[in-house]
């Protein structure tokens, strides 16, 4: 168990899992995301085999990654390569997977925090209902697309990508104050 860097862990994978940060070189291909899901989903799977008894009985989790892994991976390759096919879908469906996953894992976070008396506890519960809100949103606008694409859609769909930037920036520094806090109660 090492939770200073399952918390580190799982800080950088929801930030690469919440941003994104695409970048258009032409026309010829489709824009990169210089912040790929399948890097923080990598790091979230290792997070997980880092927080010991705090993740015991819910090794599902490490299997959602991988999964997680693999299909960010595809819809990365597929933004690039401009394959539209079934994207929306997999997106959607990924989006549902994350709902849960996060969900769940936020829980493991808040035990952590519960164990070691911080004081985050409850902020991180704030962040687990607010991080639920906002995927349900996504899955909601995805599942909306999917059926018809208008100016409404695409303007909702930027306000939760805001809220989500809003959201992976409180993650980050709520994380690494509660790695710090618990780094000064382990070393004294």
């Known amino acids: 168990m090492d939770i200073k860097k399952a918390l580190t862990f ?3 994978g929801f930030l690469f899992t919440l941003v994104n940060l695409n970048l258009n070189f032409g026309q010829s291909i489709g824009p990169i995301n210089f912040m790929p899901d399948f890097v923080g989903w ?4 290792l997070a ?3 927080f010991g008894r705090f993740s015991e009985g819910k090794d599902y ?14 819809l990365w390759v597929m933004q690039i390569m ?30 952590v925090a519960e164990a ?7 902020t991180i519960h704030l962040l687990k209902i607010v ?36 959201a992976a920036v409180i993650s980050l520094v709520v994380l690494f104050g509660l790695r710090k806090e618990i780094s000064a109660r382990i070393t004294d």
Not at 116 to 122: A, L, M
């Open 48 to 50: 997980l085999g880092k």
């Open 116 to 122: 070691y008396g911080s004081s985050r506890k409850d």
């Open 61 to 74: 989790l490490r299997w959602v990654a991988i999964v997680m892994i693999i299909l960010s991976g595809v």
């Open 131 to 166: 991080n639920l809100a906002l995927y349900l949103g996504f899955t909601v606008m995805g599942i909306i697309a999917l059926i018809k694409v208008h100016t409404a859609t695409v303007a909702i769909a930027a306000v939760l990508g805001a809220a989500a930037l809003v």
């Open 10 to 12: 799982t800080a950088f």
């Open 82 to 111: 401009k394959v539209e096919m079934l994207s929306s879908v997999l997106t959607t469906v990924g989006t549902i997977i994350t709902l849960v996953f996060n969900f769940i894992y936020f829980g493991i976070l808040e035990d």
């Open 42 to 45: 990598a790091l979230l799977y």
